[in-house]
């Protein structure tokens, strides 16, 4: 799929759950007045009504959205199942514990619900982690999950943590605050993990994890500034929901690094491969096997000439940045040596290197330099030459030209020979990814064609 196919599915779904919440609760609450038996409810119960319904629609509605996404890995996709699923249940804590709150006394339910909501909580947390980091089975941290679970479970027949009274009232016990330490734990491993993971490789969007532990650390600030007064739906279960979102657009954005790192990867392959090109291996492995029995010697230095080629196409598949120049520079010597070995007297090359101390994408002057022999130089009449290499520093960027006096050509039309002619696009799009180069190409029928390279300094600090 590509980027802007992404985007704008991305859009559309932010765009569809927007018109959701907008418009689903108001439209609920409308409805319902005119259904009768619970028009007293409804209008009794707007408020936590018209708070706990958008949420849920949420889950839905990104629960729907997970299912049928393509794109996320399997694991992932599990995950993100398992925290709606956890979430979903978490709101619906919140509103029964908020029912039992302000309505009849149930004691030992009301103990139950908020006992599963201290226990869920640390659970939701850990599978964020499992986002962050899917290939770590986090045993520590189910340990401490458990450990969490039991200790709250302790409520149900001592008031070590929290008991439930006769009066329907809350009273925290000395162990009230464990579910929150042990959530604190978890957000800061959460910190951690994220910072460790995507540090080195210095990627944006390692901020989103950072900025949904920002926005879980203000819900429990709120929540605690809120204390014991009941409401449908907590701070922290609305920054969870939020989150939940957050994380899934977070994993599409994965999906994008990850898709554009391997057409990039897969770009490289192709290029080096198609540098390689069967005219080239069979013309210069016959040149050697005729040097072979004519002059041994020189033979020798054409097989190791041509090893040295083939070694820098290869090696230039592993180079993701710019490269020295002189290292470009040798692997294309290399090159026109070679060549120089089958034409003899019929090819010259010149060189006219001014500076060096700068860089340029691999295999970016190679295809360059062939061009100017195969286009260029066996274009003449009689096939004979001249290539000239030269650089130059022209204040803000530097210039590297590739000049041949070949039967040069029209660089507005595009030959009819059936061929694809990516060469030439390849560079252009490997200099501007890498560098935020150019290349310019002047030529005209009869009098050569000159390639030049512009690489901007400001690429080089």
């Known amino acids: 799929m590509r980027r802007t196919e992404i985007k704008t599915c991305h859009r559309r779904m932010l765009l569809a759950a927007a018109f959701v919440l907008l418009t689903a609760a108001p439209m609920a609450a409308a409805r319902a007045e005119e259904m009768g038996p619970i028009k007293a409810f409804i209008n009794n119960n707007y408020l936590e009504t018209l708070g706990i319904l958008p949420a849920l629609l949420w889950l839905a509605l990104l629960a729907l ?12 996709k599990r995950t993100m199942r398992m925290i709606i699923v956890a979430v ?19 004691q030992f339910i009301r103990t139950l619900a908020s006992i599963y909501g201290y226990a869920i909580r640390p659970v939701i947390l850990l599978f964020f ?70 540090k080195p490789q210095k990627r944006r969007e390692a901020w989103v994890p950072v900025a ?100 820098g196409n290869m090696s230039s598949i592993d180079q993701n940045g710019p490269i020295p120049f002189a290292q470009e520079l040798d692997h294309t010597r290399t090159y026109l040596d070679i060549e120089q070995m089958r034409f003899e007297d019929a090819l010259q090359v010149e060189y006219h290197i001014t500076c060096t101390d700068f860089s340029i994408p691999a295999l970016t002057m190679e295809p360059l330099a062939e061009n ?60 501007a990814d890498v560098c935020g180069g150019k290349l310019d190409i002047q030529s005209k029928p009869g009098e050569g064609t000159t390639a030049t390279i512009l690489l901007p300094k400001k690429q080089e600090a």
Not at 228 to 243: E, H, K
């Open 65 to 76: 959205i997970v299912h049928i996404d393509r794109y996320i890995r399997p694991d992932l």
């Open 88 to 106: 979903f249940t978490l709101v619906l804590q919140n509103y029964v514990d908020y029912r039992l709150t302000i309505g009849e006394p149930h």
């Open 129 to 198: 982690l499992k986002v962050i980091a899917p290939q770590k089975r986090f045993r520590w941290g189910w340990a401490l999950v458990c450990i969490n679970a039991a200790v709250h479970m302790t409520a149900l027949f001592s008031p070590i943590v929290f008991e439930i009274d006769v009066n329907n009232a809350y009273l925290g016990g000395p162990l009230s605050s464990f579910c929150l330490y042990v959530s604190l734990i978890l957000l800061i491993c959460l910190f951690v993990m994220t910072i460790r993971v995507f």
């Open 212 to 311: 949904v532990l920002g926005l879980i650390v203000g819900s429990l600030v709120m929540d605690s500034n809120v204390g014991y007064v009941a409401q449908p739906i907590s701070y922290l279960t609305i920054a969870v929901i939020m989150s939940c979102v957050a994380y899934y657009i977070w994993l599409h954005l994965q999906f994008v690094r990850e898709h554009e790192e391997a057409l990039v990867a897969g770009q490289r392959v192709q290029l080096t491969l198609s540098q390689i090109k069967p005219h080239f291996l069979y013309n210069t492995l016959n040149a050697i096997s005729a040097l072979c029995d004519a002059d041994s010697k020189m033979a020798k230095l054409a097989v190791d000439q041509f090893a040295r080629y083939l070694r």
């Open 372 to 431: 100017a022999v195969r286009h260029g130089v066996r274009g003449n009449k009689g096939g004979r030459g001249i290539v000239t290499i030269a650089t130059k520093d022209a204040g803000d960027h530097f210039e590297v030209i590739i000049t041949d006096d070949g039967p040069g050509f029209d660089p507005s039309t595009v030959p009819d020979d059936g061929k694809p002619h990516v060469g030439i696009a390849n560079v252009r799009e490997r200099l």
